[in-house]
C-alpha cells in the first residue's frame, strides 16, 4: 500500500500550481521624483499594475524566471528580467529616464 501511495503523493504535489510571490518596489524619474501611474506589466501576459501617487507598486509573480515592463509617458520603457524563488523577498526599484 505505501509504495502506491507515495508516488500518488509526489504526483499530485507535483501538479499543484507554483505559488505567486509579492514584489515591491518604486519608479522614479531622473531627479529622483516619484512617477505617478507608471505602467508595470509581467512581459508576455495582460497582468499589471500602476504605481501610486508615490511611485511604489505590488504586484503578485509566480516564481521562476520573470520580466517586468517599466513604462510611461514620454519616457523610454525598461524591461527588467529575473528569477523569482522560494523563501525570498524581492524589491525592484527603477529610475525611468526620457
Known amino acids: 500500500m ?6 500518488l503523493l509526489l504526483f499530485v504535489a507535483s501538479q499543484l500550481p507554483a505559488k505567486d510571490r509579492e514584489v515591491t518596489g518604486r519608479v522614479l524619474s531622473l531627479d529622483n521624483a516619484p512617477i505617478r501611474g507608471a505602467n508595470v506589466i509581467l512581459k508576455g501576459t495582460s497582468k499589471g499594475t500602476a504605481t501610486d501617487m508615490n511611485g511604489y507598486f505590488r504586484i503578485d509573480l509566480p516564481e521562476g524566471p520573470v520580466a517586468l515592463i517599466f513604462a510611461f509617458l514620454k519616457q523610454k520603457t525598461l524591461e527588467h528580467t529575473f528569477v523569482i524563488r522560494p523563501g525570498f523577498q524581492y524589491q525592484v526599484n527603477v529610475t525611468l529616464c526620457n
Open 2 to 7: 505505501r509504495t502506491i501511495l507515495l508516488p
